[in-house]
């Protein structure tokens, strides 16, 4: 009895994040998975250059973002003009003009986490409720992963770690 009740308890919350109603909780809910993607990119970025990384999951399989945690790109205290430039967006719906970015200053880092933009010069939605419902709102499958854009538009390579973390909810494709 516990279990099932605990079931339909997790069940109910992961239908919030897919903006559903739960209308029998006696439905099947084989391969509904939650997985934390947490991406450390080590790579130099050189001086104007930039980082392109794609997240694709398995074949037969949905991700859906539940929760953005951490984005987190260090500060380049050498550089003397320019700015580093993060973007976030799936290639199914909202492509990368309808993703979110974040905008350091020349030196500065840019830094968000747990919902809310901590260090940065600018983010785009603008709007913090917008920009947490739109990555809310990222679907990847195999065809169409989730891909991150990493610019450094400064005058100095990025040799720091850049850091992103964000929940998923994976589901069955359907045929």
Same mark, same amino acid.
């Given at each position: 009895m516990l #279990?099932?009740?605990f079931?339909d308890?997790v069940?109910?919350?992961?239908?919030?994040?897919?903006?559903v109603q739960v209308?029998?909780? /006696?439905i %099947?809910r084989?391969?509904l998975?939650?997985?934390?993607?947490?991406l450390?990119?080590t790579? *130099?970025?050189l001086?104007?250059?930039?980082?392109i990384i794609?997240?694709q999951p398995?074949?037969g399989k949905?991700w #859906?973002v539940?929760?953005?945690?951490?984005?987190h790109?260090?500060a380049?205290?050498?550089?003397?003009?320019g700015d580093?430039?993060?973007?976030? =967006?799936d *290639?199914w719906?909202?492509?990368?003009?309808?993703?979110?970015?974040? %905008?350091?200053?020349?030196? @500065?880092?840019?830094w968000y @986490? =747990?919902g809310?933009p901590?260090s =940065?010069?600018?983010? #785009?939605?603008n709007?913090?409720k917008a920009? /947490?419902?739109?990555?809310? /709102?990222?679907?990847a499958d195999?065809?169409?992963?989730f891909t991150? #854009?990493y610019? /450094?538009n400064t005058d100095v390579?990025? *040799?720091?770690?850049?850091?992103?973390?964000?929940i998923?909810?994976?589901?069955d494709k359907?045929s």
């Open positions: #279990k099932r009740d079931s308890i069940y109910r919350a992961l239908a919030n994040y897919f903006d209308i029998n909780s /006696n %099947k084989q391969g998975k939650v997985l934390e993607i947490n450390e990119l790579t *130099t970025v001086a104007g250059d930039n980082e794609t997240i398995p074949q949905i #859906k539940a929760r953005l945690i951490q984005i790109c260090p380049i205290s050498t550089a003397t003009s580093q430039t993060i973007r976030f =967006y *290639t719906i909202n492509y990368e003009g309808g993703g979110i970015e974040m %905008k350091s200053a020349t030196t @500065g880092e840019i @986490g =747990y809310q901590i =940065y010069a600018d983010y #785009k939605p709007d913090l920009f /947490n419902e739109l990555v809310r /709102n990222f679907y195999y065809d169409h992963p991150i #854009k610019y /450094n390579d990025q *040799t720091g770690t850049r850091r992103i973390k964000f998923v909810i994976e589901f359907l």
